[in-house]
C-alpha cells in the first residue's frame, strides 16, 4: 500500500502546558498529518487560556492547520480562532453559533444516536463519538462501538471524529469503519516510550 499524506489527525493538547510543549507541537504539526489542534486545558484561569492561545494560534497559522478552542466559543472569538469544540455541558450549539457565526463548530456525541441525530438537526460541522478504546487522557462514562461510526455515516456526511485511547497499534480500525478523522492526545503527549516527533510518525493514512 502507497503512503498517503492526508491530514486525518485531530490532535488534543495534553492536559498541562509544559515549556517545551510549543516546540513539540511545532515539530508535531510539521508532519503534515493534522488538519485539527484542539486546545483543552481545563484548569487555566481565562487570561492563561487567552496567553496561551495565542501563541498556539501562531504555530497553527505557520503549520496550516485549523486551531479549535475547547468549551468556550467567547474565548474562540476573542482569539479570533478557527472554531470551537463543544461538549454535552457546554453552551448549546445555537447560542455558539450567534457568537462564531461561520466559524467551525464540532459537539461531542458519546455513543448516542439521539445526540448524532440532534447534532446533525442543528448543522454541527462535525460530531465526534467515543469513546472507542480505553484512555487515562480522562474520565470517560461512554464507550462506543466501530459500527456506531459505519451507522452515524449512513444518516450524513458531516465528518466523524473518533476519539478515546488510540494508539498506532489501533488507529486502523477506526479508518477501516469510515471515521474522517481521529482524535489522539496521550498517545502523543504522555508516550513514555516514544517521543511526540516519532510516535506521529507511525501514524499513516494507508490508501
Given at each position: 500500500m502507497r503512503i498517503n499524506k492526508k491530514k486525518f489527525i485531530y490532535l488534543i493538547s495534553p492536559n498541562k502546558i509544559s515549556k517545551d510543549f510549543y516546540r513539540n507541537l511545532d515539530i508535531v504539526l510539521d508532519s503534515k498529518k493534522i488538519k485539527y489542534f484542539q486546545l483543552r486545558i481545563k484548569n487555566y484561569p481565562r487570561k492563561n487560556i487567552i496567553d496561551i492561545g495565542k501563541k498556539v494560534k501562531k504555530i497553527c497559522e505557520k503549520?496550516?492547520?485549523?486551531f479549535i478552542i475547547n468549551d468556550d466559543p467567547n474565548?474562540?472569538?476573542?482569539?479570533?480562532?478557527?472554531?470551537?469544540?463543544?461538549?454535552?455541558?457546554?453552551m448549546d450549539i445555537l447560542a455558539a453559533r450567534k457568537i462564531l457565526k461561520n466559524k467551525i463548530i464540532g459537539l461531542?456525541?458519546?455513543?448516542?444516536?439521539?445526540?448524532?441525530?440532534?447534532a446533525i438537526l442543528n448543522k454541527a460541522d462535525y460530531i465526534a463519538l467515543g469513546a472507542f478504546y480505553e484512555t487515562k487522557t480522562k474520565k470517560t462514562?461512554?464507550?462506543?462501538?466501530l459500527k456506531l461510526i459505519s451507522e452515524t455515516r449512513k444518516l450524513t456526511n458531516i465528518p466523524i471524529v473518533a476519539i478515546g485511547g488510540i494508539t498506532y497499534k489501533n488507529y486502523k480500525n477506526l479508518l477501516l469503519h469510515k471515521a474522517?478523522?481521529?482524535?489522539?492526545?496521550?498517545?502523543i503527549w504522555n508516550n513514555k516510550k516514544l517521543t511526540p516527533k516519532e510516535a506521529i510518525s507511525l501514524l499513516n493514512y494507508e490508501n
Open positions: 503549520n496550516k492547520v485549523k474565548i474562540a472569538k476573542f482569539i479570533d480562532c478557527d472554531g470551537c469544540h463543544l461538549g454535552q455541558s457546554d461531542t456525541c458519546h455513543n448516542s444516536k439521539i445526540l448524532i441525530k440532534k462514562k461512554f464507550r462506543a462501538r474522517n478523522f481521529l482524535a489522539i492526545s496521550g498517545y
